[in-house]
């Protein structure tokens, strides 16, 4: 079958959430917009499933509302290392804990809403320099974006594939049976991985474990960490595990003439951040206000200032990662001071800027750090 070649404003590549959440926007502002993705919805993916709550304001901007059938409040985080327990509760709005399958439907149907023409079981490729296909079918687009998310084909056709992935770390995720014992997201700290717990609905929690083995599966984790074992027994497991690798990258530009990434396919930040999912809704709004300038120039900028302190907050926490002795004494610090925590907390997700985290809580931290036994 032959078909005309598609015309539009945007041609989006990956319709996962980064994906979506830029034809959304761009569609606010009145942008003609095709999505592609080789997946068919709802799309899962390994992920901690915890949106934090600038990532819920930022899905409220896109026009999505949460309800109590899909998601689950969470007033916080909550670090436990051999028997410190640190937790800070956000000082404004909360968290939400949801599948990842129903949030991508929710986007999927806001995307459809909102009259973006969107393809599954689409892959796009590109036979040739400025030509691009989905599926067999021609598209003329003035924009190509690339929300295709870590291993980005589009960042490559663009002449941005540079810098490397650090920090390499395999995750597994797997759902349980169980009434959530917790309103706070719990990351467990063990000797060579970490399980981050999120409850995603009031009889359903999600397990991921990280580290840097990709044979370290949730069974394995769970050996050396009994008090969840003991919370799960005879609790049904409801999914099969699945993996996933994740890195620190960042990408040294995310624009090249009609190219621009969003989402992982612009750099990824570690998952114990909490902070995927709310990059890419905030890199969307910023993108699409250029594309509907017509002028990319101030995406990089937006990008840049979007990402700052996600990918401070992964180096912290991957140097927690690295030395147990560092873990034991910034638990420490907080689990004394638990206003210190709430406004470090406040200032990860925004709520708070690094200055009015101010130097005050800065002394407070490193005397902490100093002092706290090891
Ligand atoms: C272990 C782990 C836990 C995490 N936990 C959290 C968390 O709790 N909270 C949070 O906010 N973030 C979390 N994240 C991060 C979050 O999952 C990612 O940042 C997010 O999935 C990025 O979305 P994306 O749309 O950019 O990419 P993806 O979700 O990877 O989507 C890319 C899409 O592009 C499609 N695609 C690729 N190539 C093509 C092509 N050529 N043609 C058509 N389609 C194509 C794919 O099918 C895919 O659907 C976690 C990540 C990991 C690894």
Known sequence: MSFEPLRTDVCIVGGGPAGLATAIAARQRGLQVVVADFAQPPIDKTCGEGLMPNTVAALQGLGVTLGSEQAIPFRGIRFIDAGISAQGAFTRGHGLGIRRTTLHQVLVERAAAAGVQ????????????????????????????????????????????????????????????????????????????????????????????????????????????????????????????????????????????????????????????????????????????????????????????????????SRLLLAMEKHAWLRRRVLKTLASQPPLFAQLLATHVGAFSPRDFGIGNILKLGWGLLASPS
């Open 118 to 313: 969107l393809f599954w079981r689409t892959r796009v490729t590109s036979p040739g320099p400025g030509e691009f296909l989905l599926g067999s079918r021609k598209i003329l687009s003035r924009w190509i974006i690339g929300a295709d998310g870590r291993n980005s084909q589009v960042r490559k056709w663009a002449g941005l594939d540079r810098g490397h992935a650090r920090h390499i770390r395999f995750a597994f995720r797997q759902h349980f049976r169980a009434t959530p014992w917790s309103d706070f997201v719990e990351v467990h700290w063990g000797r060579d991985c970490q399980i981050v717990i999120t409850p995603v609905s009031p009889a359903e929690v999600c397990l991921v474990v990280t580290s840097r083995s990709p044979q370290f599966r949730l069974k394995e984790a769970l050996a050396g960490f009994p008090e969840i074992s003991r919370r799960l027994e005879g609790c049904a497991a409801l999914t099969k595990d699945l993996g996933a690798v994740s890195g620190l990258r960042v990408i040294p530009s995310v624009c090249q003439g009609p190219f621009a990434l969003v989402g992982d396919a612009s750099g990824s930040v570690d998952p114990l951040t909490g902070e995927g999912l709310g990059l890419a809704f905030e890199q969307a709004g910023a993108l699409a206000e250029a594309l509907a300038n017509q002028d990319l120039s101030s995406y990089p900028a937006a990008h840049r200032r979007i990402r700052r302190l996600p990918v401070l907050m």
